[in-house]
Every structure is written in structure tokens, then in C-alpha cells.
């Protein structure tokens, strides 16, 4: 139907569209003053929807409607007589990458005053966006600023005191309720560890409320992880025989056997795993297992050694070595029991 109408009024259609949409009504007057057969332009809504999309375009790009940009949209639905379904579609499809960018032009100072807000609000209305929308986006903004600090904090693998304390003043400045908001799951952990170290370099010693292994009345259980106790078992794998026997002839076919053999077993060395909790204590150092268990009193700890995915423990001569299914733990196991080390000797 447009199609055949277009056809009869081309050379308006290609006069508006070549003029960037501008001066639409002085074409459609131009127009009608020329042709004896006038331009309706109610029988011409298509082109009135691409007359009100390329204007509002225009007008939100900078994030503002004025009073005399919103009385040129509103005489453009007027002319064709645009169907409101019509222009809320278009709507949709700007208002929220431009609401967007109004939030995030008014928090680059990391801020949101009450007239901001109000100003995101009214510009958000225009556009049909709902209050509970506006109110999303601009958490969603700001939480994406903090993450943002986050990941320049974490960056050198560091979360000084200073460093923290500036997020914590920035999270608050922002709005942002850190146990509630939903922060990237992996920065968030990351962060925290880094956090965790840092306090642990300042001689921090950690406490767990409800311990799993079995502690004395007296003893205190500052860190406890899942681990495997790696260690060297010997497995007989079968049996080879040893002969010492010597043939004598005694005559043309017949001949006798001396001496003895026996059968020795083959043996090999294999590492295996014994999964438990490993935990430090102000006494010293647990591993609690069904099977089989150990504690060595920090006067007994010779040494330790802390190596990517576990920790050797150097008991007499001989070494216990615990394996962590957290690798990344293994650094704060070490700042853990080097720290009750010097709280307790």
C-alpha cells in the first residue's frame, strides 16, 4: 500500500530524504503548491515515521529534550497522525541506550546528585522508560564504575590498606551496598583474596567460628583447608624366580638338577592420597582424616615448605607433604602458619 502511494509521490519522498528529513513541511507545501494532485500526508505515515524517527534520533543525541524539540516531535504525530503503538515503538528502540548514557555522564565524577537524578528521571519519561528502569540503570552504572576501580586496584595483584579504603569511600559515594550488589562473582573473590594476603603480611591471624577437626578445649583453629595427604606406599605387582641349580650328565639322555631356587616377589613404588583437613592452630599443625591422622606440636615442626598446590611438613627427617584441591590457597596457608609460628614460639 505505502509502496503504491510512494510511487505516485516520488519525487517529495526523494526531496525529504535528501535533504537529511530537514525542512519536510516546507517540502510537503512546496509540493502540494506544484502538483495539481496534493500530497495527503495522513496517506503518507510511513514517511512520517521516518520524518519522527530521524528527528527524535537528532534530538536525544544529546541526551535532552527541549521544550521546542518536543513541540517538533509533536507536530510531526499530528500531520501524519502517527498511531501511538507506532511511536512507542521507535521509542524503544533508543530509550535505554540513551538513558544509559545520560547515567553515565552524570556519575563520571562518580556522583549522582538529586537534581541529576531528577533530570535522568524526566528525560527517562520522554521516553517511556519506567522509574523502576531509571532506578536500574543507574545502579547498574555505578556498579559497573566500581568494578572498573576494582580491576585497576587488582591489577598489580596488590590491595593495599589506602587502596581499600578508597573503594570502600567510592562504594559509598555510589550508592552501592558491596553484600548486596551483585558484583562479578571471580573480581569480587579475587579481590577479597588480595585483601586476605595483605592483612596476612600485616601479621593478621584469621579464626574458624565452627572448626570441622577436633580441637582442645584451649586451642584455637585459625585456618583449616581440604587436602590430600601424598604419600609413598609399595605395591607387589607379581613374583620372578631365582635359581642357583647346576646340570650334571650322568649318561646319554639322563641328567640330574642341584642346587635350590626361590620365587621373589616384584615390588614398585607408588605415590597415594588420603583425602582430609589440614589445619593450623595455635599448638601446632593437624591433618584429621578417617583412616589415619597426625599433629605435630610447632616444637616439633623442623621446617615447612610451601610449593604450588600444597605444603611439605618436616617432622624429625621425615617429610609429611599435604596437597591442596585449592591451588590458590597455598600462599595463605603459608602467611597462615608462618604468622602462628611467630604468635606462638
Same mark, same amino acid.
Given at each position: ?12 519522498? %526523494?526531496?525529504?530524504? #535528501? ?5 519536510? @513541511?516546507?517540502?510537503?507545501? #512546496?509540493? $502540494?503548491?506544484? $502538483? ?5 500526508? =495522513? *496517506? ?17 543525541? &544529546? ?5 521546542? %524539540? ?14 501511538? !503503538? ?12 540513551? +538513558?544509559?548514557?545520560? !547515567? ?9 546528585? @538529586? &537534581? ?25 552504572? /555505578? ?6 576501580? +576494582?580491576?585497576? =586496584? ?13 573503594? *570502600?569511600?567510592? /562504594?559509598?559515594?555510589?550508592?552501592? &551496598? ?11 573473590? &579475587? ?7 595483605? /592483612?596476612? %603480611? ?21 585456618? %583449616?583447608?581440604?587436602? $590430600?595427604? =601424598? ?11 631365582? !635359581? ?7 649318561? *646319554? ?6 642346587? !635350590? ?20 592452630? #595455635? ?43 585449592? *591451588? ?7 602467611? +597462615? ?9
Amino acid at each position: 500500500m505505502f509502496k503504491k502511494l510512494f510511487s505516485s509521490h516520488t519525487q517529495l519522498v %526523494e526531496d525529504i530524504r #535528501n535533504d537529511n528529513y530537514n525542512n519536510w @513541511e516546507s517540502h510537503f507545501n #512546496n509540493y $502540494n503548491n506544484t $502538483n495539481s494532485k496534493k500530497a495527503d500526508p =495522513v *496517506k503518507l505515515q510511513s514517511l512520517g515515521l521516518e520524518i519522527y524517527e530521524k528527528h527524535l534520533q537528532d534530538v536525544i543525541h &544529546d541526551y535532552a529534550i527541549t521544550d521546542d %524539540e518536543k513541540k517538533g516531535l509533536t507536530k510531526i504525530i499530528a500531520y501524519f497522525q502517527l498511531p501511538d !503503538s507506532a511511536i512507542n515503538s521507535i521509542k524503544s528502540k533508543y530509550a535505554k541506550n540513551a +538513558v544509559t548514557g545520560l !547515567s553515565k555522564q552524570k556519575l563520571a565524577d562518580n556522583h549522582l546528585s @538529586e &537534581d541529576e537524578i531528577a533530570e535522568i528521571g524526566l528525560f527517562a519519561k520522554e521516553l517511556n522508560i519506567s522509574e523502576d528502569e531509571v532506578t536500574r540503570i543507574n545502579q547498574q552504572n /555505578a556498579l559497573e564504575l566500581y568494578e572498573s576501580a +576494582v580491576k585497576d =586496584v587488582i591489577s598489580d595483584q596488590q590491595a593495599t590498606a589506602e587502596e581499600q579504603q578508597t573503594l *570502600k569511600q567510592l /562504594a559509598q559515594t555510589l550508592g552501592i &551496598d558491596i553484600r548486596q550488589a551483585s558484583i562479578d562473582k571471580r573480581l569480587k573473590e &579475587d579481590y577479597y583474596y588480595l585483601v586476605l594476603l595483605n /592483612a596476612l %603480611e600485616q601479621g593478621y591471624l584469621p579464626q574458624c567460628k565452627q572448626p570441622t577437626i577436633t580441637i582442645q578445649n584451649d586451642e584455637v583453629a585459625y585456618w %583449616e583447608i581440604s587436602s $590430600n595427604f =601424598v604419600f609413598a606406599r609399595t605395591n607387589n605387582t607379581g613374583y620372578f624366580s631365582q !635359581s642357583s641349580r647346576q646340570g650334571l650328565r650322568a649318561a *646319554k639322555g639322563v641328567s640330574y638338577q642341584l642346587g !635350590s631356587s626361590r620365587n621373589s616377589p616384584i615390588r614398585e613404588h607408588i605415590l597415594d592420597n588420603l583425602p582430609g583437613v589440614f589445619a593450623i592452630t #595455635n599448638k601446632g599443625v593437624v591433618f584429621a582424616a578417617r583412616q589415619q591422622s597426625f599433629s605435630i606440636p610447632y616444637t616439633q615442626l623442623h621446617a615447612f615448605d610451601t610449593y604450588t598446590d600444597g605444603i611439605g611438613l618436616q617432622k624429625s627427617n621425615t617429610e609429611l607433604l599435604l596437597q591442596f584441591y585449592d *591451588k590458590q590457597m597455598s600462599e595463605v596457608i603459608f602467611k +597462615v602458619l608462618t604468622n602462628a609460628i611467630n604468635a606462638h614460639s
